[in-house]
């Protein structure tokens, strides 16, 4: 099944303890774009980027096979740029700056071969952006959104209607409990769920991830990594390997959303492994299946005797 | 095989978000044993109460199974009493008293019958206790040890001993970053089983349990639960459950341990919804296995296809 994304195109600048870099490709639709291309192909990026992308940016996308007809080049200024720095713990960061740019105009049109995708990713943008999207795709199969604080914060109520009209809503525990003031997976899931989405999954990073649904719950723990070196983009990367796998599948069925959520996290762990998409640049499957297996055994809980 | 738990054995009170008990029966050996009780029979529990132990909770423990040939009521004085209150998050808390009374003076002497027990609890004590103990055991098949952060400051040097001794460290993650000074678990446990000990399990409270070895890793979410009542214990009980499946089978292959991990997951669930030892006091079988399997079946992982 055809995958569309739309969200962010973006320079990143990085600051961790393990070091820093000063302009890297990210944006949530670059990482959930690289990552479902390791999947399926084409991956159909909506994205907008201003005068300074890079020709060598295009290229890469280009050779993961990431189709950009959707992608634009605004003449008028330049790419969206967000600087952070991460804490000696990896779970908390500083934004530093933040420069929307071109981006500020991003308004997602999608292109008409676009509309039938059946796999429709929201990364991380405005809400509003978000519900035209849904309002512009014609037959999706299933529709997968991503949030962020800012945006409980301040558009509140276009998040509340986008999250009443998806299937399956991907965001953090910090975000599920700032979403309903509840602390406890278990309430807090039970009150997202009631909004809408068929299906939540909430990330808690070197935890792991659980997915909640009416029929069934399905819990993963991360792969277990002895250092990360960037987290930019790890959810995004969630997003993108759980939309690949699902797309490659005909039927969305319990035991594909369960490999689904262990493509994700596989994918995610390669992500923090390096600076920006360094790291999901250049996998094998190889790499991706061996993680895989290597999550189903670290898991595996035999039957009773 | 038989089990041998050396420990506390105490009153608690206990103020949490959920209400607050003055007096309720606690301590390390008390909730390994009621936790082990249901695996195997005897259960062989060495502690020491004071002249305040109530005779309701004698025969409570004699109920269970658990023999108390090696428990000692000591006259010259109460039984140790600990007052705490948690937070509103549970991760946290006070402690508002601490009695150590008859406790003070515990010097754990292994009843004869006792000293060939196969499977070895020391619960949460002076580690230089822990070392007495292991000295008096003839035949351990084995040895379980559980720590706290009291000890890792003021007793190291007996601590990396005891740790040097055991079989299997039960620790939380908190206590493992104090102990290695390293915050990431894979580094961590590395460290840690370079000590010595053949099995590591890092105890992560609503985050699961995870088991280190040479040979495998294992990884297990916590039952999901909506709310906690009284997180006390909770960690004892783990081993209980632990070490009460271990006692139960012939092997301890890793089919075994892992069951066992899920068997102390499933324990210290039931643990944390009542105060004290309420809940676990009055388990049947059918709610311990039905906790079993929707575990596995929480964290079940198909192959990939």
Redesign the interface.
């Given at each position: 099944m055809s995958v569309l994304v739309v969200g962010s195109v973006a320079y990143d600048g990085i600051e961790a303890p393990a070091g820093k870099v000063d302009r890297t490709l990210g944006g949530s639709a670059t990482y959930i774009s690289v990552a479902s291309s390791y999947f399926t192909s084409p991956v159909r990026l909506v994205g907008t980027v201003g005068n300074d992308f890079d020709d060598r940016d295009t290229r890469f996308l280009k050779e993961k096979g990431v189709d950009l007809e959707g992608f634009k080049v605004d003449d008028s200024g330049r790419t969206f740029f967000w600087k952070g720095r991460y804490h000696e713990?990896m779970n908390n960061r500083d934004t530093l700056d933040t420069q929307l740019n071109v981006f500020e105009h991003f308004d997602p049109v999608i292109p008409e071969v676009y509309k039938g995708s059946r796999i429709v990713c929201l990364g991380n943008i405005d809400p509003n952006l978000q519900l035209k999207v849904l309002d512009q795709v014609t037959e999706p199969r299933l529709t997968i959104c991503d949030t962020m604080n800012l945006w409980i914060d301040i558009t509140r109520e276009a998040l509340e209607e986008t999250i009443s009209k998806v299937d399956v809503l991907i965001i953090n525990d910090q975000e599920a409990a700032e979403l309903t003031g509840e602390?406890?997976?278990?309430?807090s899931a039970?009150i997202i769920r009631k909004k809408g989405p068929k299906f939540l999954i909430i990330k808690?990073g070197?935890?792991?991830a659980?997915l909640y649904s009416d029929r069934?719950?399905?819990?993963?723990?991360a792969y277990?990594?002895?250092?990360?070196t960037d987290p930019t983009g790890a959810g995004d990367t969630f997003m993108g390997g759980f939309a690949g796998w699902l797309s490659r599948?005909d039927k969305i069925d319990e035991?594909n959303l369960?490999?689904a959520v262990?493509y994700g996290t596989v994918m995610a762990s390669f992500c923090v492994e390096n600076f920006g998409t360094e790291r999901l640049a250049k996998l094998s499957s190889y790499e991706i299946?061996s993680r895989?297996?290597e999550?189903?055994?670290?898991?595996?809980?035999?039957?009773?005797?």
């Open positions: 713990n602390t406890n997976l278990v309430k039970k808690k070197e935890h792991g659980h069934f719950e399905f819990s993963v723990p277990p990594l002895a250092s990360i599948i035991e369960r490999r262990v299946e895989y297996d999550l189903r055994k670290l898991s595996a809980i035999p039957p009773r005797n």
